[in-house]
């Protein structure tokens, strides 16, 4: 289920806020652990890609929302994703 909201949040970015959640369970742990190798990975190639998009100008955009994606990619589990409200 986290993977798909992750890749929602890869999608369509924009709009949306990021909230940390607190989860202390067993299951909670052992997610982190299976899933930290390829948050690794991933972390990587959103970082890769960070500083590949901020060489230009018109990519600054892309370049910030790989960094957030990477900092939401080690533990997609202890995030919650929610419509930013309107302001």
């Known amino acids: 289920k986290d993977i ?6 890869s999608v369509f970015p ?8 607190t989860m202390n369970s067993a299951c909670s742990v052992c997610k982190h652990v299976l899933w930290f190798p390829f948050g690794i990975v991933l972390y990587l190639f959103h970082i890769i890609f960070c500083m590949a998009w901020g060489l230009s100008l018109v990519g600054l955009p892309f370049a910030f929302q ?15 994703i929610s419509p930013k409200p309107f302001e």
């Open 4 to 9: 798909f909201h992750l890749a929602n949040y």
């Open 66 to 80: 790989h960094f957030r994606l990477a900092r939401f990619s080690l533990s997609p589990s202890s995030f919650t």
């Open 14 to 21: 924009y709009g949306k806020k990021i909230e940390m959640k």
